[in-house]
C-alpha cells in the first residue's frame, strides 16, 4: 500500500567542477508531501529538472511507478503523470489562461493529433480546463491572455495547468515564491487539499507552508541530503539548524 | 472584440479584391491583368503554406522554394512525358507522363510533402538560425541538383507545350485558369483556419510560442511540428504545380534562394500568422513589382529599401497595421 | 591518376577551403559576438571585389586594388552596421534574415547602378601569373598558392587578434556575456561597429582574392555565402575553430566530389551518364555532409553555448 510512487536512487550531477547533486537518493510516498528546503544555489531546482528530464543526471536512477524513467523523455514522463511547475513560470504566453489549461486537458486525452474540428467551443476540453481553473481560484480570469495576469496568478495557472494532467505526482518548484500574503494562504490551501488525490514533491522557501504542508522534510546542502524526516526530526535536529535554519 | 471583426471584414475584401481585379480584366478584355491575378494567387498560395510554418509553427523556413520547385518538377515533368509520349519511370514500377491536372497536382503535393518529411526530420532536430540556414541549404542542394542533372535539360529548364486538363474545365483559358488558382487558395486558407484551430493547431502555437511548456505538459514538439512542415510543404508544392502551369515553362529557378526570400516576403509583408496575410504581401509584391517597374528597371532596390522599412519600422505587416494586433484566446 | 593530379586537388580544396574560411569566419565572427545572422555577408564579398577590381583598373595595381577592396567593404560594413544592424541585435532572427536580405536587394542593384551591368574582369597579379611545379609533375598556378597564404595569415591573424589582444578580450567578453562587457567600461556601439568592420573586411577580402580568379559580377558572393553558411553550422555557429575544420571539409568534399565522383560513376555507367550524375553527385556532396554532421551533431562539430 505504501510502496513509493516516485524513487531517487544515487543522483548525480556536476556542472564542470560543481556538484549540484551529490548522491541523492530520497522517495514520495502516496497521498503524502514530500518538502525539500535548501539554501539558494542547494540544487533544488537541478534536481526537479532530472526527475522532470529537462536534465540529464550524470549517474543514478530516477523510478515512478515501478518503472526505470531515467531515460526517458520529457513528454512521456509527463504522459505517465508526473506533472510540474516552473519556479520561473513558463506558460504560452499568447494564449488565455484557459487555452493554456485547455492544451493540459488535450494532452491528458492524448488526442492531439486531430485537424478538424475547433477547439473553441469544444466542451471535452473547457469543462474539463475550467474545473481546474476554478480548483486554483482563477476562474474570473479565464479569458484573459497570460501577459495580462500577474505574477501570483501565473503560479497558480501554471498548476491549474499541471493538474489537468491528473497528474500521480507533482513536482512543485517554489509555487509560493513572490506570493504576497493572501495567495500564498490561497496556495497552500490548494495544495491541501490536493494531498488526498496528488503526491507532491514540493520545494519550497516559505517554512510556515512547509511545516503546515509536508508528510516529510529532506534537507538539501550543496546537493547533498544532509537530513530526512518528519517534521517534527527536522525542527528538532540540531544539523540542520546548523546548516541551514541559522538559528 | 472589435479588431477581431476589424480582420474578418478586412480579409472578405482582400478576397473580394483579388476576384474583382480579373473579372474587371476580363470585361475590358485586358487578359495580361488576368494572368497577374492569376500570379497573385499562385503566390500566396505558397505563402499560405509557408505561413503554417513560419506564422503559427514560428518555424522560419528559409527554403521553401524547394517545395514550391518541386511541385513545379512534379508537374512539368509529368506533363513533358506525356506530351513527349514517352514514361517517366520503367522501374520499379512504370509511370507514365500525365496531363490529367488532379495527377499533376496530386504528384506535386506528394513529392514536396516526402522530401519535407525528409529535410525537416533533420532540420528540425535543431532550432534557431541554424533551422534557418540549414532549410536555405537543403533548398540550395536541390537547387544544384536540378541545375546539374542532364535529363530535364539542367538550367535552361523545359517548356510545356500541354496544359493540363481538368474534366469539365477548360483550364487553357486565362479566367477559367485564375478561378481554379484562386478556389485553391480560398481552400487553403480555409485548411489553414480550420487546422490551426484545431487541437492539432493548439499544440502547434504553443510550440510557437513555449515548447518547453508543451513538453511539460506531455506533448513532444518534433512531431508537432513535422507534421506542420510537411503539410506546409505541401500546400506550397502545389503553388508550384500552378505556376508551372500557368507559365508553361519549368526551371531551377523556381528552386532558387532569391525565391524562398520572396515567399517569406509575402508573408511578412501582409502580416505573420494572418490567414489572409500572404494574399496582401503577394499581391502587393507584384503591384510594387509592376508599378515601379513601369519606371524603372531598378524597382528591386525600391523593393528592398521598402522591405527594410517595413522590416525595421513597421512589424506586423499590412494587416497589423490595418487591424491591430493579432488576437488569441 | 596520376599523383601529381591528386595533389593538385588536395591544392585545389585547400584554396576553397581556406578562402570559405575567410568568408565564414566574419559571419561567425558577428554571429558569435552580436548574435545577428547576417544574409548581406555575400554583398561585402562582391563589394570588395568590384572595388578591388575597379581600383586596379584605374591604377594598374592589383595590390592597391586589393587595399581599396578591403577598406571599401570595411567602410561599407561600418555604415550598414550603423544604419540597420544596430537596430536588429535584439530582434528575433526572422526579422535579420528580412532585413539582411533587403540589404542584398539594395547591394544588387546599387552595384549595377554604379558599376554597370557588364562584368568587370580583375587579373592576377604581374609577377604571380605564373606556376610553380608539383612534384610528381605538372605545375601548379602561383595565385592559388597566394590566396592559400592569405587565408593561412588571416586564421593566424584572427587566432592572435582574439587570444592575444585587448580587443580580442572584448570580443571574447562580448560573446560570454553582453552586459559583463558593459561593466568592463566598453563602448558597445563602437565595439560592435568595429567587429562587424571586421568581418566585412574579411569578406572583401575573399571577394577581391577570389575576383581575380573568376569574373567580377553582381550576385558572384550569393553562391558563396550559402557555402559559408554550411561551413558554419557543420562548425557550430559562433566557433572560430568550427569555421576553420567546417571550411577545409567543405573544401575538401566539394573539390574532391567534383574531381572524381564522375570517375567512381563510370565504373558503373556510360561515361555521358556518368558525368550528369556524378556532376549532381558532386553538387550535393556537401549539403549531405552538412546532413550527417547534423544528424550526429544537431550543434555542429564545436558547439557555442548561447
Ligand atoms: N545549467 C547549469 N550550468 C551550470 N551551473 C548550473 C546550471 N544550473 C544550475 N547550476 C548551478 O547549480 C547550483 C544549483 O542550482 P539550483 O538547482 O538552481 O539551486 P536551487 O534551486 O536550490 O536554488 C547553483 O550553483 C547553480 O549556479
Ligand atoms: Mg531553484
Redesign the pocket.
Request: hydrophobic share 35%; charged share 10%; no cysteine.
Given at each position: 500500500m505504501t510502496e513509493p510512487l516516485l524513487v531517487l536512487d544515487g543522483l548525480q550531477k556536476s556542472?564542470?567542477a560543481?556538484r549540484?547533486t551529490d548522491d541523492v537518493s530520497l522517495d514520495v510516498a502516496p497521498a503524502s508531501i514530500h518538502a525539500l528546503i535548501?539554501?539558494?544555489?542547494?540544487?533544488?531546482?537541478?534536481?526537479i529538472a532530472q526527475i522532470a528530464g529537462t536534465l540529464k543526471p550524470n549517474a543514478g536512477s530516477v523510478r515512478f511507478l515501478d518503472k526505470d524513467i531515467t531515460g526517458h523523455s520529457v513528454p512521456k514522463r509527463a504522459q505517465l503523470g508526473l506533472g510540474r511547475t516552473f519556479?520561473v513560470s513558463s506558460l504560452a504566453m499568447a494564449f488565455s489562461a484557459l487555452r493554456n489549461v485547455m492544451l493540459a486537458v488535450q494532452a491528458r486525452q492524448h488526442s492531439t493529433f486531430r485537424f478538424w474540428r475547433p477547439v473553441r467551443g469544444d466542451r471535452s476540453l473547457i469543462e474539463p480546463a475550467m474545473a481546474q481553473l476554478e480548483r486554483v481560484g482563477l476562474a474570473e480570469r479565464a479569458h484573459l491572455p497570460v501577459t495580462a495576469l500577474s505574477h501570483g496568478e501565473r503560479r497558480q495557472l501554471e498548476l491549474a495547468v499541471a493538474l489537468a494532467l491528473e497528474p500521480k505526482v507533482l513536482l512543485l518548484?517554489e509555487p509560493m515564491a513572490g506570493l504576497g500574503g493572501e495567495d500564498s494562504q490561497r496556495m497552500t490551501e490548494v495544495l491541501i487539499s490536493l494531498r488526498q488525490d496528488v503526491a507532491m514533491l514540493l520545494?519550497e522557501h516559505d517554512m510556515d507552508a512547509v511545516f503546515r504542508l509536508a508528510d516529510r522534510i529532506s534537507v538539501?546542502v550543496y546537493?547533498r541530503v544532509i537530513a530526512s524526516g518528519s517534521v517534527a526530526d527536522i525542527r528538532a535536529s540540531q544539523e540542520v539548524r546548523d546548516a541551514y535554519l541559522g538559528e | 472584440m472589435l479588431e477581431m471583426r476589424n480582420e474578418t471584414y478586412l480579409n472578405v475584401g482582400i478576397a473580394l479584391l483579388l476576384l474583382a481585379v480579373p473579372l474587371g480584366a476580363w470585361v475590358m478584355d485586358e487578359s495580361y491583368y488576368i494572368t497577374v491575378a492569376s500570379r497573385v494567387a499562385i503566390l500566396a498560395l505558397a505563402g499560405v503554406g509557408l505561413n503554417l510554418a513560419l506564422g503559427f509553427g514560428g518555424m522560419v523556413s528559409f527554403g521553401h522554394a524547394a517545395f514550391f520547385g518541386l511541385g513545379g518538377y512534379a508537374a512539368g515533368v509529368l506533363s513533358h512525358h506525356a506530351f513527349e509520349g514517352s514514361v517517366f519511370l520503367n522501374w520499379p514500377v512504370t509511370i507514365d507522363g500525365s496531363d490529367a491536372t488532379l495527377t499533376l497536382w496530386f504528384a506535386a503535393i506528394l513529392l514536396s510533402g516526402a522530401v519535407a518529411a525528409i529535410i525537416g526530420m533533420i532540420s528540425l532536430r535543431t532550432s534557431g538560425v541554424y533551422f534557418i540556414m540549414i532549410t536555405l541549404a537543403f533548398a540550395q542542394m536541390i537547387y544544384y541538383l536540378a541545375i546539374s542533372l542532364p535529363t530535364y535539360n539542367g538550367e535552361d529548364g523545359l517548356p510545356l507545350y500541354l496544359r493540363s486538363s481538368l474534366p469539365g474545365l477548360d483550364m487553357s483559358d486565362d479566367l477559367t485558369f485564375f478561378f481554379v488558382c484562386y478556389a485553391l487558395l480560398l481552400l487553403a486558407i480555409f485548411l489553414s483556419v480550420r487546422i490551426v484551430g484545431s487541437r492539432f493547431g493548439a499544440a502547434l502555437e504553443c510550440a510557437r510560442q513555449n515548447e518547453t511548456r508543451l513538453s511539460a505538459i506531455g506533448i513532444a514538439p518534433y512531431p508537432v511540428k513535422l507534421t506542420a512542415f510537411v503539410f506546409s510543404a505541401m500546400i506550397t508544392g502545389l503553388a508550384g504545380a500552378l505556376f508551372v502551369e500557368l507559365n508553361g515553362f519549368v526551371s531551377p529557378s523556381i528552386l532558387s534562394w532569391h525565391l524562398s526570400g520572396e515567399i517569406m516576403i509575402f508573408v511578412i509583408l501582409g502580416g505573420v500568422g494572418r490567414f489572409y496575410g500572404p494574399i496582401v504581401g503577394a499581391a502587393l509584391f507584384i503591384v510594387l513589382e509592376t508599378v515601379i517597374g513601369g519606371y524603372t528597371e531598378r524597382w528591386q532596390l525600391f523593393l528592398g529599401i521598402i522591405l527594410l522599412g517595413v522590416v525595421l519600422f513597421a512589424r506586423g505587416g499590412v494587416i497589423g497595421l490595418l487591424a491591430g494586433k493579432a488576437r488569441h484566446d | 591518376m596520376s599523383a601529381a593530379f591528386i595533389f593538385e586537388q588536395l591544392l585545389n580544396s585547400l584554396q576553397l577551403g581556406v578562402m570559405l574560411f575567410v568568408m565564414a569566419a566574419g559571419l561567425t565572427l558577428v554571429f558569435g559576438v552580436m548574435g545577428l545572422i547576417n544574409l548581406a555577408h555575400g554583398s561585402l564579398y562582391m563589394v570588395g571585389a568590384f572595388f578591388c577590381a575597379w581600383v586596379a583598373g584605374e591604377t594598374g595595381s592589383f595590390w592597391v586594388g586589393l587595399g581599396a577592396g578591403l577598406v571599401a567593404a570595411a567602410a561599407a560594413g561600418a555604415v550598414i552596421e550603423m544604419l540597420v544592424m544596430r537596430r536588429l541585435y535584439d530582434r528575433d532572427h526572422l526579422d535579420q534574415v528580412l532585413a539582411t536580405f533587403s540589404l542584398i536587394l539594395i547591394f544588387n542593384e546599387g552595384t549595377r547602378w554604379v558599376f554597370g551591368a557588364q562584368p568587370l574582369y580583375l587579373d592576377i597579379p604581374a609577377g604571380l601569373a605564373t606556376s610553380v611545379p608539383l612534384p610528381g609533375g605538372g605545375g601548379y598556378p602561383l595565385y592559388r598558392l597566394v590566396i592559400i597564404g592569405f587565408g593561412i595569415a588571416t586564421a593566424v591573424g584572427l587566432y592572435l587578434l582574439i587570444s592575444r589582444t585587448r580587443l580580442g578580450m572584448q570580443i571574447r567578453a562580448g560573446e560570454s556575456d553582453r552586459e559583463m562587457i558593459g561593466a568592463l567600461g566598453v563602448d558597445i556601439n563602437t565595439l560592435y561597429t568595429l567587429v562587424f568592420a571586421i568581418g566585412a573586411m574579411l569578406a572583401g577580402l575573399a571577394g577581391a582574392l577570389v575576383g581575380a580568379l573568376q569574373s567580377v559580377e553582381v550576385g558572384m558572393g550569393e553562391p558563396v555565402l550559402i557555402l559559408a553558411f554550411v561551413v558554419i553550422v557543420i562548425g557550430g555557429i559562433g566557433s572560430i575553430k568550427g569555421a576553420l575544420i567546417g571550411a577545409i571539409l567543405v573544401g575538401l568534399v566539394d573539390t574532391l566530389g567534383r574531381a572524381f565522383l564522375h570517375k567512381l560513376f563510370a565504373l558503373a555507367l556510360p561515361p555521358a551518364e556518368a558525368n550528369g550524375y556524378g556532376a549532381a553527385m558532386a553538387s550535393m556532396a556537401i549539403y549531405l555532409l552538412m546532413a550527417i554532421v547534423l544528424a550526429w551533431r544537431p550543434k555542429g562539430l564545436f558547439p557555442v553555448n548561447a
Open positions: 556542472f564542470g560543481l549540484a535548501g539554501p539558494n544555489g542547494a540544487g533544488k531546482s537541478t534536481l519556479q518548484d520545494v538539501l546537493g | - | -
